[in-house]
């Protein structure tokens, strides 16, 4: 079945310092999508992506597509305290409804 | 701003009981999902449910698990005979169509002892 992959898993930044998350589908995506949980908190839509390549912008976050629609990423420049959480990939293949999520980054920031 | 609810919040159980989870999804959307999450893992994929039925399912979603709509309004999980390994937080999401969007709910923990 369907795969994705998020690297890396944990991340530790000084409050300032520029933030990258990885995420790698097994299969080709139709779509690519971005959430953030907060500790105890619930799953959170940031962004959908959808274009081979494409790139979108939410002020200091940037979303990017690959041109195989099989891998995104998403920077953080300038890490707030307010940044605090797992971002999660999920993606859907073209084949259906379900959308399956990546393991997940945890973003940790130092004031 | 609408959104989805869950209820309970919190249900612990002793292994082999009956459990359902209550969902009311936002009322113009007419997709529903069911996810779990062990504490500190990833969000896993249940089930998903369009026009009175399930349209897809993973693995983990054996007979123990079923889905239903009662009503207008509420979309609801029953796990027949829990086991340990079921305790996790269960989040329903719900989405309109023409969308990607899931908008998930504050999720229901389910501690199975």
């Known amino acids: 079945g369907q795969q994705v992959m998020q690297i890396p898993q944990y991340q530790h930044v000084q409050e300032g310092e520029d933030f990258t998350t990885y995420c790698n589908s097994s299969?080709?995506?139709?779509?690519i999508q971005w959430y953030k949980q907060r500790p105890g908190g619930h799953p959170v839509f940031l962004i959908q992506l959808v274009k081979s390549g494409e790139v979108k912008k939410q002020k200091r976050l940037t979303f990017q597509f690959g041109e195989a629609k099989k891998n995104s990423s998403l920077h953080i420049t300038a890490t707030q305290t307010t940044d605090v959480g797992t971002y999660f990939c999920?993606?859907?293949?073209?084949?259906?409804?379900?959308?399956?999520f990546g393991g997940g980054t945890r973003l940790m920031v130092k004031p | 701003e609408p959104e989805v609810t869950q209820t309970p919040s919190h249900q612990v159980t002793q292994m082999g009981q009956e459990v359902i989870l209550r969902c009311v999804p936002i009322?113009?959307?007419?997709?529903f999902y069911w996810y779990r999450q062990i504490l500190g893992q990833k969000v896993e994929f249940l089930v998903s449910?369009?026009?009175?039925?399930?349209?897809?399912k993973s693995e983990i979603f054996d007979d123990q698990f079923s889905v239903e709509r009662p009503d207008g309004s509420n979309f609801t999980l029953k796990i027949r005979s829990t086991k340990l390994e079921d305790s996790a937080m269960y989040f329903c999401a719900s989405r309109r169509t023409g969308t990607g969007e899931l908008f998930f709910g504050e999720g229901s923990r389910l501690t199975v002892l």
């Open positions: 299969t080709t995506l139709s779509n």
């Open positions: 999920a993606g859907r293949n073209n084949a259906g409804n379900m959308l399956t």
């Open positions: 449910f369009y026009n009175n039925e399930i349209s897809e």
């Open positions: 009322s113009n959307h007419l997709y």
